[in-house]
């Protein structure tokens, strides 16, 4: 569960819609897609008025560039999320019930297993793509005293009445 310190912050933070890992959205076509119809338009091409030559190699040029462009983000990604250690951060992951929970605390260290970024956060591995947030820590630090500050002043005004 994430500390009291951060509750603000969770409540304030942005939800997102994410996609099953390895789906595509509807809107956009993948590497595989992309190869699939330029296949596809070479089998079913008119054998009397074939297709040219230099726009299957435009194509295939498209293609390597596409693939090319998402290797470069996938790098990036995993390069940003190694990027996390030491950092103060939010997870949004699921438990053994298939609820949604929040942990948080400092990223320990982060590996990568099956091209997947693995962070450490109080000895347990989550995926990266579970970030919901990073906080500093020196205003994790602040929000935490304020906390105990006010359970303080709670605790006091319980004891006058």
């Known amino acids: 569960m994430a500390d ?35 296949v596809t338009q070479m089998q079913y091409q008119d054998p009397l008025n074939p297709g040219d030559s230099t726009e299957y190699m435009s194509q295939l040029a498209q293609y ?7 290797n470069i983000s996938n790098t990036l990604e995993k390069g940003n999320a190694l990027n996390l250690v030491g950092e103060y951060v939010i997870m949004n992951t699921t438990n053994a ?27 347990t591995y989550y995926p990266a793509d579970d970030l919901d947030s990073v ?12 906390a105990n500050k ?4 709670a605790g006091k005004d319980d004891g006058k009445e």
Do not use: C, R, W
């Open 64 to 70: 390597s560039s596409l693939e090319a462009t998402m």
């Open 150 to 153: 006010a359970e303080q002043e």
């Open 4 to 38: 009291s310190a951060v509750s603000g912050i969770i409540s304030n933070s942005h939800s997102y819609i994410k996609g099953a890992k390895g789906e595509t959205p509807q809107n956009e076509l993948d590497k595989d897609a992309f190869l699939q119809l330029l």
């Open 97 to 123: 019930s298939g609820e949604t929970v929040q942990i948080s605390g400092l990223v320990e260290y982060a590996t990568v297993k099956d091209g997947d970024v693995l962070l450490s956060i109080n000895d």
């Open 135 to 146: 906080v500093d820590y020196e205003y994790y630090l602040f929000l935490k005293d304020q």
